[in-house]
């Protein structure tokens, strides 16, 4: 198996000067080199496709590329197959650089989208395809089809073809032509995104044990957050072709390092409110929202404090799942209630409070016989160990920078 190692990794895509300067549109300095159009970075050279790229990946590693539509994460995954050309930088596999090396050199798999089964093949014969190839001996061939038919739950189908399969199975049978391969790497590019949600679900937990069973290096890429969330030991977060943070789920989770990756990550996502940042006469730091004052957290005071960070504006971010209803006299916002959903075990409210729509998500048990029927009007406040303080200018997070 294998490390993979991207070292200032960049990707860009000459255009045409109508792409790329549109007509009787003019820089606004001579020495201005760069430009944006829509969410791409334009330079003389094309367009920045993915800017400055730095990961090391370690062996059996499981990591998760995610970010929204465009923003680089495909293309690097396809750099490292091989399938799109390096501008700049340096990718190894192993100790291995591998940018001139050609795809079927770097002894990597790849699961695509859209299953890419051949049709006219049963499914035995899909997954010995890569196999004949390599030109592996027949009885090598059997024992790695049928392993990879047993692992995936497959082995009932192996004579039929593709068309005659669920969507589930077909992906199945992709990812078991690319595992019989045994290959250092496993390349998985949106495998999941033309299932429904049930079988989503399903075939999260089937990755999540097929990694336990084979020795590989796993990157994945989605735009599901779900997925991210889920699947990976590590998650890069991509914008604009840029990695905005890097690390576990529970740590771009917990300490998103700008609003970017707070609202990104998270299902519904992190409420933003305008508020200050300020000290009480202890010298400890609160966020005032409205009429509202709440004391953070002491592992937030520290943080903020070993930064020096004075009172300034500052945009609010808190969870949906960490405001609670009735707050202490002085530590509570009131809202109205636009909105209310009902999803079982909780109650979404969406409701109208300082001049920003939020989310509250409250737990069916600790309603009572309380009407939060939409129109009606609710105080609640903030868990001080899990409000976020963000700059309104640069959006990172105060604690962090």
């Known amino acids: 198996m294998a490390t993979v190692t991207l070292k ?54 499981f990591v998760v590329l995610v970010g929204p539509s465009g923003c680089g994460k495909s293309t690097t995954l396809r750099m490292i197959a091989g399938l799109e050309d390096i501008t700049r930088g340096e990718l190894y596999i192993g100790d291995r650089l591998v940018n001139e090396v050609s795809p079927r050199d770097r002894d990597i798999a790849m699961v695509f989208q859209n299953y890419a089964l051949y049709p006219h093949m049963s499914v035995r014969q899909n997954l010995e395809y890569p196999l004949k190839l390599r030109k592996t001996p027949k009885d090598e061939m059997n024992k790695r089809v049928e392993e990879a038919a047993e692992i995936l739950g497959i082995t009932p189908y192996l004579d039929r073809k593709p068309r005659n ?75 604009d072709g840029e990695v905005q943070q890097i690390g576990t789920p529970q740590e771009v989770f917990n300490k998103p390092v700008n609003t970017f990756v707070a609202t990104f990550i998270g299902t519904p996502q992190m409420n933003m409110f305008s508020g200050r940042l300020v000290k009480d006469a202890d010298g400890k730091y609160a966020v005032k929202v409205g009429g509202a004052t709440v004391t953070l957290s002491d592992d937030k005071q520290r943080n903020l404090a070993e930064r020096n960070t004075p009172e300034q504006d500052v945009t609010v971010g808190i969870r949906p799942e960490h405001i609670t209803l009735d707050g202490p006299e002085g530590t509570d916002v009131t809202g109205k209630v636009d909105v209310s959903e009902m999803m079982g075990s909780s109650i979404h409210l969406h409701v109208a409070a300082e001049g920003t729509d939020c989310i509250i998500i409250v737990p069916t048990l600790d309603l009572g016989e309380r009407d939060l029927s939409a129109g009606s009007e609710v105080r609640f406040t903030f868990a001080p160990n899990a409000v976020h303080v963000f700059s309104p200018e640069t959006g990172m997070n105060l604690e962090y920078v």
């Open 8 to 61: 200032h990794v960049q990707k860009i895509y000459p255009s045409t000067e109508n792409e790329t300067k549109p007509k009787k549109r003019k820089k606004k300095n001579d020495d201005e080199p760069e430009q944006k159009v829509s969410n791409l970075k334009v330079t003389d050279e094309g367009v920045v496709a993915v800017d400055d790229f730095n990961l090391e990946i370690a062996d059996k590693e």
């Open 165 to 239: 399969l669920s969507g589930g199975q077909r992906q199945r049978v992709a990812i078991g032509r690319a595992i019989v391969r045994e290959p250092q790497v496993l390349l998985m590019d949106e495998p999941l995104s033309n299932l429904d949600a049930k079988l989503r679900n399903q075939m999260r937990a089937e990755i999540i044990k097929l990694r336990s069973r084979i020795n590989t290096t796993f990157v994945y890429v989605t735009h599901d957050q779900t997925e991210a969330m889920t699947l990976g030991d590590r998650i890069v977060i991509m914008k």
